[in-house]
Every structure is written in C-alpha cells, then in structure tokens.
C-alpha cells in the first residue's frame, strides 16, 4: 500500500525557518515525482512545485519561486519543504503527494495527511 | 488565481443525478482530473484521464470532456459524496499543474 506520512503540525514566529517532511512506503521512491500542494483555510488546493527523487531536479510553480525549497534524501525516502523566513501568509496547510500518468496527463494518486503551518506572532 | 474555473456550490437531491463543471484554456490540450475533499481531509482522487475511476470509487461517479470543458457526474448522489470537488490539470502553459476553484456539493 502506498503511504505518505507527513511530519506534525508546526506552530511557528515570522521570520523563522522551517522544514516539514514527508516519508513514502510501499513503492519504488524513486519512479515517481513528489509534488507540494498548499490549501489555505477555506481555500482550494495550489500546487507549489515538484521533485524527481532520482535525481533530486526540482521545479517551482512560479508563484512559488524563491519562497521555498524542495528537496529529498533518498536513504530515507523522504522529501521536504523548506522555508528559510515564514510569513504570517504562510499559514497552511501542505500537503505532498505522488504524481502518476504519462503522456499529456498526470495526476496526484497519493496524499499525505497535511502537514498544518501557523505562523503568529 | 486559477486557470481552471468551475461553479462554487450545487446541491442534489439523494439519489438523483449532478454534474458538476471545470472550464479553462488548457482543457483543449490536457486531460482533467477530479478530487474529493470532505471537511479536515485530504483530497481523493475520484477520476483521472477525464473518465477512469481508480480502485475503490464507485462506478456512480464518471467523467467527460468536450473542447475546453470537463465534466465530473454523480449518477445516483449519496450523502456520503457531499464535499468539495476540484478538478486539476497543467496549466496554460503546460509546464505545471493547476486545481480548480472548487464545488461545493451538497446532498440534499
């Protein structure tokens, strides 16, 4: 069974540096791009960019570009999301999920529980 | 904002039928697919490539597609499908992905 299983709920000041996880099982991490979605309260999902774990190339969606970093370890089948100063706008909640399809189509068959970020001073 | 434009709320009578629509540009070119969201849970894919369901969503729920406009069909509402529904597909410029501004549907 494919799992992704987010790190907890994070409680942060403006201006602080963050980074939250995400672990898969049950395939192959490598075969399959990992991508972050925001959903802001009351909101819809935004994408925010995507990583290919095997060779750790990673896009930004541009409205996302220089906000925050993507990344993964893959000894630990792990991706994460990083933000080096949070904004009180940064308060979400982030979800990563799996990409599957090929050709013109793909689409997100795998989600995280979400990872819920509050910023407040 | 969005690229993808679909209509904020319908409500259905239990057991009748609902469609529930995604309009944009970039559905001329890329297939749409769907998630349902209920409150303080993730998003479940419910359709993909216009039309296929994964395993486990009933066969109630299908899917269609004609020029720039994709379609999402409850054929028999139950009240477990009220939620949220977005669709999802590339974005105009096809290099990233983009979610739809979602519909709220309600089981009456």
């Known amino acids: 069974e494919v799992q992704l299983v987010q790190s907890g709920a994070e409680l942060k000041k403006p201006g602080e540096s963050l980074r939250i996880s995400c672990t898969a099982s049950?395939?192959?991490?490598?075969?399959?791009?990992i991508a972050w979605v925001r959903q802001m309260s009351g909101k819809g999902p935004e994408y925010m960019g995507i990583?290919?774990?095997?060779?750790?190339?990673?896009r930004y969606s541009p409205s996302f570009q220089g906000q925050v970093t993507i990344s993964v370890d893959k000894s630990t089948s792990t991706a994460y999301l990083q933000w080096s100063s949070l904004k009180a706008s940064d308060s979400a909640v982030y979800y990563c999920?799996?990409?599957?399809?090929?050709?013109?189509?793909?689409?997100?068959?795998?989600w995280g529980q979400g990872t819920p970020v509050t910023v407040s001073s | 904002s969005s690229e993808l434009t679909q209509d904020p709320a319908v409500s259905v009578p239990l057991e009748q039928t609902v469609t529930i629509t995604c309009q944009g540009d970039?559905?001329?070119?890329?297939?749409a697919n769907w998630y349902q969201q209920k409150p303080g849970q993730a998003p479940v894919l419910v359709l993909y490539?216009?039309?296929k369901r994964p395993s486990g969503i009933p066969g109630r729920f299908s899917g269609s597609s004609s020029g720039n406009t994709a379609s999402l069909t409850i054929t028999g509402a139950q009240a477990e499908d009220e939620a949220d529904y977005y669709c999802?597909?590339?974005?105009?410029?096809?290099?990233?992905?983009?979610f739809g501004t979602g519909t709220e549907v309600t089981v009456l």
């Open positions: 490539d216009k039309d």
């Open positions: 990583v290919y774990p095997s060779d750790t190339y990673a």
């Open positions: 970039s559905l001329s070119t890329y297939s």
């Open positions: 999802q597909s590339r974005d105009n410029s096809g290099g990233h992905y983009v």
């Open positions: 999920v799996r990409r599957t399809g090929s050709g013109w189509n793909f689409y997100f068959d795998s």
């Open positions: 049950g395939y192959n991490f490598d075969s399959h791009w």
